[in-house]
């Protein structure tokens, strides 16, 4: 029986913080992301673009290797560990029908980086309106997945191809483009280097996409 002091302090149960807030707490190890890789084509082309604009522009920055050329479409943010996201996220982009898209750049420019570095990217072109219709659908069906939207900040499709303290404004380039036929779940591994490939999945001819829900993307994909 309790005294009628314990009486007048009855115990409370404390709420266990989530795992969200715990990985938050604690730094991050991974970082997440769906991209769409380059073929080999389009990555010698890009990889002889990098270096002749570093020379030209007087660029420092050591070019993105080959095997990292890419147009990231999602986010799923900086985790601690590989968490239980994973499966609910190759859930979510298995659930539904995805068709291949066409990237195409044909600009360069700079974007404001972190500690001072600036990201020399590719961009423009006619691919980027497939390319944000593809980016739309993939937050709209994580969100419904309840992994949340990606990241928040606009969506700009384009190809890092180095850093370096020096801004570059929009300037115009020799076109590259390559039709992307596969969607790739990416682990990132902080302060490593290290990319790993977790899943694939097929980008497939013709159509809207198909799923649970139908999507109006606005734009044309590849037939």
Not at 64 to 92: F, H, K, M, S, W
Not at 202 to 218: C, K
Request: net charge positive.
């Amino acid at each position: 029986m309790l005294s009628n002091e314990a009486s007048k302090h009855p115990i409370r149960m404390t709420e266990q913080p989530s795992i969200d807030a715990m990985e938050r707490a604690l730094q991050p190890t991974d970082r997440l992301f769906f991209a769409i890789y380059r073929d080999t084509a389009a990555a010698r082309r890009i990889e002889r673009l990098a270096q002749r604009l570093r020379g030209e522009l007087g660029l420092k920055g050591r070019p993105i290797v080959v095997e990292r050329l890419r147009v990231t479409i999602c986010y799923l943010g900086n985790r601690v560990g590989v968490p239980q996201i994973v499966d609910a996220a190759r859930g979510a982009a298995g659930s539904v029908v995805l068709p291949r898209v066409k990237a195409a750049f044909d600009r360069a420019a700079s974007f404001v980086g972190r500690r001072g570095k600036r990201r020399f990217v590719r961009l423009g072109g006619e691919g980027p309106s497939a390319l944000k219709a593809l980016q739309h659908i993939l937050r709209d069906v994580f969100a419904r997945a309840g992994l949340g939207g990606g990241d928040e900040q606009p969506y700009t499709p384009h190809v890092s191809l180095l850093y370096d303290t020096r801004g570059v404004d929009e300037i115009a380039v020799d076109a590259v483009s390559w039709t992307a036929r596969e969607l790739v779940l990416v682990r990132s591994l902080l302060g490593q280097g290290k990319h790993v490939t977790l899943r694939r999945w097929p980008l497939h001819n013709g159509g809207a996409p198909r799923g649970p829900r139908r999507y109006d993307s606005g734009c044309s994909f590849v037939a």
